[in-house]
């Protein structure tokens, strides 16, 4: 043994690694305490006999923030515990997810649940188990389903849920108080006019807004949506026919193309972390976002980026025209395929998942990163601990979705993939098409897709 | 006839089993031993090949398996101006990069072909570009273009004081597209100039002193000499490196995905975009289908007309 460690000494030192490892498994053993914020009906959960010799398994998106995962896989621990079925998790990167699921779909194989993104549920109606009796009896348990929740987890326009969404992440404003303050306003105005006006004297001082309109999957299609809605203007009506040629969308070009003047340069070269960057490196004093620029601050070990977190509120979207905050959040739903051989023992987890002693400290830990589908989770105490947290605490409560106003369906997805509303702003915005034209090419390239729906 | 006198013992070869003869025909030798090597091509490049051509042909999305719908894509993607934009996009990406690629490796072989001191070690640090995962110096490319951070527009602008803004590098389109030829013309002069210095080091260096002998200077030795006998290799090396430029995705897809409103977008990189997130399997598909016509092009191109004899050894010689 030349080195300095001894055989013994790593012996020692493994075991106390793995040992100080184990300390919060351990721990978690033990029935979790029943958190009293969350008000609950006396109802009983649907009758679910456990199939003999069951185990699931599951695949969820990629965390994006560490509690997501580490509180997943505590509850999905005491699951096994309990009931004594094993739960192997995957955590599948955001871009893998839905061809994942599609071919698990397809071939009638692989994983039992899927957690997974946007219209996918509707893709794969089909062959998902109905979900009847978990969503009345969560709904009548913990307040009711907020909007979104609904629309996402139902048949369009029936009460046929075909999945449980399990939580939605918004992007509401995110601002630097002390530079608001110096443009002259104690908060994020309303009116389009005022919010205009905001973003000029931002820019007059030194410290722009900015929002991504380039090829950004969330953040420029939350801004080209925000854009769209707040003017009153939308992609499809509600008989699913194109409605982006508007005079509505015409204005919501020209609010664009002006703004576009008062942003940082370069925005339409972000992707979806560029605006995360300019925030955090103080380049930008305004922008829309998820709770994750907040929460990489106030976690952060450098104390200039804990006075950045100090110093950063959030507020919803401004209104504009709309009668709501024109704001969604892409749900995450919990899709049970007929071809799982214990049907009743996934569903048994993903009521187990729900319930508040495992969903409470999963979404009061993630800081508001989700926000819950059902509306008793609303009043727990960390919503309002941190005041900060308040505009993502009813996300999910929320008249607006992609694709609004028309069903949801395939198409509406492929325009966000395809970023058509996107490149519609940016063209106007840099100058290199007039509202008018822009406006109608895009209204042709969504009706290609919602043509072929 | 007596003892002494026996019919002697013909020996008569064994008539040959079936499966001798079998294994002694030479077609059937032929086969089972290219088997093998052809199966796995088969499965593996015939298969997806094939399939893929097909899925252009057919509705299919990624939630349901297609159905046979003709040429219907390919008339739809023909009234696309998005589609329309990418095939120009990706003929002057493959345009330019080519030209800049080729210039500046052929010069860089003809540099490395003198006798330099630690000559096998720049010879290894000029492949590093090349070897380098393209995400990875994507990547490292995007921070040097990026609209807040770049180390180039930080040294002209904070320390030289030559500007008083930063760089738009990647804002408008004729500078996103400028931007990436710089960057796949980056990545791509190492392959050009080790193949070229491969084809220069044929070249037999008594030529060049009988030319020197006979009178030429350097730019008449380049034209007589090292151009003909370069050639073969060119055609090679310029067939595989427009195949490359023109099917390009990783480094457009990391920088841009697509650029200002679609102004980037190569037919590889609109063909995944149409195809996977915009779970149009049928449609990117077609697109995919339709470079083929172009590889083929340029394939023959350069591989037939710049590989003709004539070219190589004069007029008279077809």
């Known amino acids: 043994m030349t080195s300095g460690l001894s055989r013994r000494d790593s012996l020692i030192l493994g075991g106390a690694a793995l040992g100080a490892a184990g300390v919060p498994i351990i721990g978690a053993r033990a029935q979790a305490p029943t958190p009293t914020d969350v008000p609950m009906a006396d109802v009983k959960p649907p009758e679910l006999p456990i199939e003999k010799g069951a185990a699931l398994h599951v695949i969820r998106p990629a965390k994006f923030i560490d509690p997501d995962q580490v509180y997943w896989d505590i509850n999905t621990k005491r699951f096994t515990d309990t009931t004594g079925i094993p739960v192997s998790v995957n955590y599948i990167s955001w871009e893998d997810l839905r061809p994942q699921t599609a071919v698990i779909a397809n071939t009638g194989a692989g994983a039992d649940i899927v957690f997974g993104w946007a219209i996918d549920p509707f893709l794969y109606e089909t062959k998902l188990v109905g979900m009847n009796n978990l969503a009345e009896y969560l709904g009548k348990k913990y307040g009711g389903w907020f909007d979104i929740a609904k629309l996402y987890g139902t048949k369009w326009k029936t009460n046929e849920w075909h999945s449980l969404p399990i939580g939605g992440g918004a992007g509401p404003t995110v601002y630097r108080i002390s530079w608001v303050k110096e443009a002259g306003y104690d908060r994020i105005p309303d009116d389009l006019d005022g919010f205009m006006t905001l973003c000029q004297k931002l820019k007059q001082i030194g410290h722009p807004c900015g929002f991504s309109i380039g090829h950004a999957v969330g953040d420029a299609n939350g801004f080209a949506e925000w854009a769209l809605w707040s003017h009153g203007a939308m992609v499809v009506d509600q008989e699913g026919k194109v409605a982006l040629d508007s005079k509505e969308t015409i204005a919501a070009l020209k609010y664009v193309a002006e703004l576009y003047k008062y942003m940082i340069p370069g925005t339409i070269a972000w992707n979806d972390a560029g605006n995360n960057e300019a925030y955090i490196a103080g380049r930008i004093s305004l922008t829309f976002n998820g709770v994750s620029i907040y929460y990489v601050l106030k976690n952060s070990p450098d104390p200039k980026l804990r006075d950045i977190a100090q110093d950063t509120m959030h507020q919803l979207v401004p209104k504009g025209l709309a009668k709501r905050e024109p704001m969604t959040a892409g749900p995450m739903n919990a899709m049970l395929f007929k071809h799982s051989k214990y049907p009743n023992a996934a569903k048994e987890y993903i009521r187990f998942l729900m319930e508040a002693p495992q969903y409470g400290p999963w979404l009061s830990n993630c800081l508001g990163y989700w926000s819950e589908p059902l509306k008793s989770y609303a009043k727990m105490k960390f919503w309002t601990e941190d005041p900060k947290l308040a505009p993502y605490a009813n996300a999910m409560d929320t008249i607006y979705y992609d694709g609004y106003a028309g069903p949801v369906s395939a198409a509406a997805s492929a325009v966000s993939a395809n970023y058509t509303v996107v490149d519609m702003f940016a063209a106007v915005a840099t100058g290199n098409s007039t509202p008018e034209a822009a406006a109608k090419a895009a209204a042709r390239q969504a009706a290609r897709y919602y043509g072929r729906a | 006839m007596d003892a002494t006198v026996r019919p002697i013992a013909v020996f008569r070869p064994r008539e040959d089993g079936w499966i001798t003869r079998l294994f002694n025909w030479k077609p059937f030798l032929v086969a089972l031993c290219m088997l093998p090597s052809a199966g796995l091509l088969l499965i593996f490049l015939t298969y997806p090949l094939g399939f893929g051509i ?219 975009q149409r195809a996977i997130p915009g779970s149009e399997l049928g449609e990117g598909a077609a697109i995919a289908v339709s470079m083929i016509p172009f590889l083929l092009f340029a394939t023959l191109v350069s591989f037939f007309g710049l590989g003709r004899r004539r070219w190589m050894q004069g007029e008279t010689n077809e």
């Open chain 2, 54 to 272: 097909w899925l252009g042909f057919t509705d299919a999305t990624i939630g349901q398996p297609g159905h046979w719908i003709g040429l219907d894509n390919f008339i739809s993607l023909s009234q696309d101006p998005i589609f329309w934009l990418s095939v120009t996009n990706t003929i002057f990406y493959t345009a330019t990069a080519t030209v800049g690629k080729f210039a500046l490796g052929l010069w860089l072989a003809l540099l490395l072909n003198h006798h330099l001191p630690f000559k096998a070690f720049i010879r290894a640090i000029l492949l590093l570009p090349w070897i380098v995962p393209t995400v990875l110096s994507a990547i490292a490319w995007w921070w040097i273009y990026d609209p807040q951070f770049s180390i180039i527009s930080y040294v002209v602008v904070d320390v030289l004081h030559l500007r008083s803004t930063y760089i738009d590098f990647l804002g408008t389109p004729w500078h996103a597209r400028w931007s990436l030829v710089v960057a796949n013309v980056w990545r791509g002069i190492p392959f050009v100039a080790i193949t070229l210095l491969a084809g220069l080091q044929t070249i037999s260096p008594s030529l060049y002193e009988a030319a020197l002998l006979d009178g030429a200077n350097r730019w008449q030795q380049f034209r007589r000499i090292t151009v003909p006998l370069l050639m073969p290799i060119l055609a090679v090396v310029l067939t595989l490196s427009i195949l490359f430029t023109f099917s390009d995705f990783q480094l457009v897809y990391a920088i841009t995905r697509g650029g200002p409103f679609n102004t980037t977008h190569l037919m590889a990189t609109l063909a995944f």
